[in-house]
Nanobody, 116 residues
């Protein structure tokens, strides 16, 4: 079964860190574009960062300097290390595999709440 499952969300204080993980099954994360998105309450879903099958990263301005994406093909995961978290980073974070009409898989999301 082709799917991705996010984990690692939770409640963290401003300035803190979280590491999200996207566990893929049914396909190899190294074979497709993989991305992390987020959706805050009342807002549209937005791209945080993508990583191509060749390993190139593209970070959105909201993530540059604070977030780091990595891929572990031995575990078939794509991870998102988030540092210096701000209250405005509060959102549901989603993992997405693929970016074409032929292959696109979304996870169910993991909640990240940044609050004191």
């Amino acid at each position: 079964q082709v799917q991705v499952v996010e984990s690692g969300g939770g409640l963290v204080q401003p300035g803190g860190s979280l590491r999200l993980s996207c566990q893929a099954s049914g396909f190899n994360v190294g074979s497709y574009w993989m991305g992390w998105y987020r959706q805050a309450p009342g807002k549209e879903r937005e791209l945080v960062v993508g990583i191509t099958s060749g390993g190139a990263h593209n970070y959105e301005p909201l993530a540059k300097g604070r977030f780091t994406v990595s891929r572990d093909e031995s575990k078939n995961t794509v991870n998102l290390q988030m540092n210096s978290l701000k209250p405005e980073d509060t959102a549901v974070y989603y993992c997405k595999a693929g970016a074409t009409q032929f292959f696109e898989v979304w996870g169910q999301g993991t909640q990240v709440t940044v609050s004191s």
